[in-house]
């Protein structure tokens, strides 16, 4: 199942569920707030999609785009001087990209094909709750070493195996690159499995750097490795 969406491409990837703050200022996107809010487009709803580094988004570059993003529903809208918006929103269903259109509107449009998670094996259904348990271990040790994402909180108990990888990424500061491959991913133990890997891999590298000279910690601070 296809369908056209309005399309905001950032240098950031946005998780369903996840919640997403923009400050838009650039003429065009301007006039994607403006129609959201006026329901000119439908369901105050619009496409969120990264841009790949080292990439610049142009006439019809579809490549310049990740293939994977998310659909997000416009919430609250503070209007500014000089036209300006902040906007806060939340993120939706994962879409893959099929087709760039920048003639249809003044701001990118874009056709996309809606991206469901493979359907869960009841067998598996023991294995989901070992691997949620074990990366909501991994997602503590992460946290115990003081990195967070401000304002972020730790999923709750009762969150779905489908939605807890995304839940627990939220809170952590993840490459884009890493941040992507969790949304791309379909398979919700597979998800589980990758968003364990990561923190493992990014708790050890902290606890690494903090135990290097602290003349080489200097150096890793000024790279704004930290």
Request: aromatic content about 6%; proline content about 6%.
């Amino acid at each position: 199942m296809t369908e056209t969406l309005p399309l905001f491409p950032l240098g950031s990837v946005l998780f369903p569920g996840g919640s997403l703050s923009l400050h838009i200022f650039e003429a065009r996107y301007r006039r994607l707030v403006q129609d959201l809010v006026n329901e000119v487009v439908p369901d105050r709803r619009f496409g969120v999609v990264g841009i790949r580094q080292g990439w610049e988004v142009g006439e019809n570059n579809v490549d310049a785009m990740y293939e994977v993003g998310c659909s997000a529903r416009m919430g609250e809208v503070q209007q500014l001087p000089e036209g300006r918006y902040d906007t806060t929103s939340t993120g939706e269903q994962r879409f893959r990209l099929l087709q760039l259109d920048t003639e249809a509107a003044p701001y990118p449009m874009a056709r996309v094909e809606w991206l469901p998670d493979t359907e869960p094996d009841p067998e598996t259904e023991r294995l989901g709750e070992r691997l949620a348990a074990s990366a909501r271990a991994a997602h503590e040790r992460y946290l115990a070493t003081g990195l967070r994402v401000e304002g972020s909180t730790t999923p709750p108990e009762n969150t779905d195996a489908s939605a807890l990888a995304y839940g627990l990424a939220e809170s952590c500061v993840l490459a884009t690159e890493d941040r992507q491959d969790l949304l791309a991913e379909t398979d919700p133990l597979a998800r589980l499995r990758l968003v364990r890997a990561l923190l493992t891999r990014e708790t050890e590298f902290v606890r690494r750097l903090r135990a290097v000279p602290a003349q080489l910690s200097e150096f890793a601070e000024q790279a704004g490795i930290n």
